[in-house]
Each structure stands twice: as structure tokens, then as C-alpha cells.
């Protein structure tokens, strides 16, 4: 686990503004340091990613969320815990990883209770299918790794069954300290009783 990080001066916004939605993100203009990135899928409030953050200042984390009125909570806590290495973009998940995420740029995409769509009919539109693991293998470099919580029974059997069909991907354990940072859907299921069901998945190098 790397040093937590000193405070900076707050940033104006951590929100990234679209200049344009036809080219891929330019990834310096996120970030003062070029280093790691991760990205966190469906951010929510984004208690997770901020203190992720918190905990590894050697790694940029970008956090992709729709709604606004979710994405505004880790905008405001980056900002007053001065964190440079948090940076947060409304959009669409996958159009963000078919068109705006650069190739090969990311070492660990993290997906932490995306929504379940839990009637068969619906089943459809979830996040983790096989079009998924296609849109994880051109994000990530080679040695990536891809982190999924879920604390729905069948969604977790559907996320194992669709990685382990795709070969360039081999089961990996989840670093305990990563485990350990919980997210806000996370708290309250577990507070509930219900356990966190959790997968990662390595790209291989070859
Ligand atoms: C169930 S919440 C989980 C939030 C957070 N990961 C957590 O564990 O606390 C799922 C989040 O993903 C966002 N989301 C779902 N589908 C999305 C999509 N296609 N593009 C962007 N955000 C999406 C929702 O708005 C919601 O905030």
C-alpha cells in the first residue's frame, strides 16, 4: 500500500468538462502525474474512490458515473482532501470504454455492484457480458486486472461464467487490501446481512 497523501490546495472541480465526446480522453489533461490508472465503472458517491485514492497517491483513479447528483459527492471530497490523483467524468460506461478510455491504458478497472436487472427479460442489459470482457482486454495494458463485487447471486454466476469462457483472462486473488475498502451499496447490504460475492480477472501478458 503506498503513503497516504498529503493535502493540496482544493482543485476548482474534479468533474471533468468534455471539450468534445468524439476522441478519446487525453489522459494528461486529467491528471498532473502520469502514473498507474485505475478506473472505478458506475462510481455512485464514490466513497470508494476517494478513499482509494487517499490510500495510493501513486495511482490515478478516474470514476464514471451518469447521474450527477452522485458523481457531485466525490467531486466535493476529493477536492477538500486535496487529492490531485482523482479525477471523475459523466458518461456512459460503454460508450467511455468503446470510444473515450485510450487503448492499453488502464491497469485495473474496478466494477463494484453494477445494477443486478434482475428480471430475466432484463437480464440483457447488464454491465458484465460477454461484449464486456471485450471492451476490458482493449482498456487494460497486459497484466491488467479487472476487480467485480456483486452481491447478487445469479449476476455473480453470470460475471464468472462470461470470464472464465474469455481465455485471455485468468482468475486472480483480490488483494486484501483492496477488499478491505468497502463501497457505499456494500455497506448497506452488508449491514443487511447479505455477504459481498467477489471475482478479479488478470489479463495475461502473451
Ligand atoms: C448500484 S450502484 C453502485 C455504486 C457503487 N459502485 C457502489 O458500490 O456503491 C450502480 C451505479 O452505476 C451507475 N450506472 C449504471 N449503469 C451505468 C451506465 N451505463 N453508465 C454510467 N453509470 C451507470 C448508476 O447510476 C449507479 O450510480
Redesign the pocket.
Known sequence: MDMVTEPQPPRASLLHEFRTILQPLTLAEHFPTPQPLEV?????????LVEWAQRNPGRNLLG????LG?IRKPDKRGRRAGLTNLNLVR??????LEYLLPPASTDAL???????WPKVKHARHR?INERFTALARRALKPGGVVHL?TDHLDYFAQMLAVFRADAAFAEVETPAELAAVT????R?FNGQGIPTNRSSWRLRND
Request: net charge negative.
Open positions: 472505478e465503472l458506475g462510481a455512485g458517491d464514490g466513497s470508494f464514471v458515473e451518469r447521474l452522485r458518461i456512459e460506461i460503454g460508450y467511455f474496478h466494477v463494484y455492484f453494477p445494477d443486478p454491465l463485487r463501497t457505499d451499496f456494500e448497506e
